[in-house]
């Protein structure tokens, strides 16, 4: 795979990426915490937890993307 290729594919799938955190801006999942443990007998709690995604990074892949490029464009030409 050449160079230009590559740049193309990297800038785009970061636009992408960064378009999806700014769209849906966190993700959850499930974790099973133990509750208490006395010898055989055990009692698990099964959470779900959510992570918040700051904004920032999404404009921040987004505007690297872009850089790649448009940068990565101009250099192949040269």
Known sequence: MNKLKFKIILGVAL??????????GH???????????????????????TVLLPPII?????????FVLIFGAIRSKV
Not at 15 to 24: D, E, K, R, V
Not at 27 to 49: D, H, M, N, P, W
């Open 15 to 24: 636009i992408i990426i960064g378009t999806a955190i700014l769209g849906y």
């Open 58 to 66: 999404g404009w921040t892949l987004i505007g690297s993307g872009t």
């Open 27 to 49: 993700f959850t999942y499930k974790s099973e915490e133990k509750i208490f443990e006395v010898g055989s007998l055990r009692a698990t709690a099964e959470r779900t937890k």
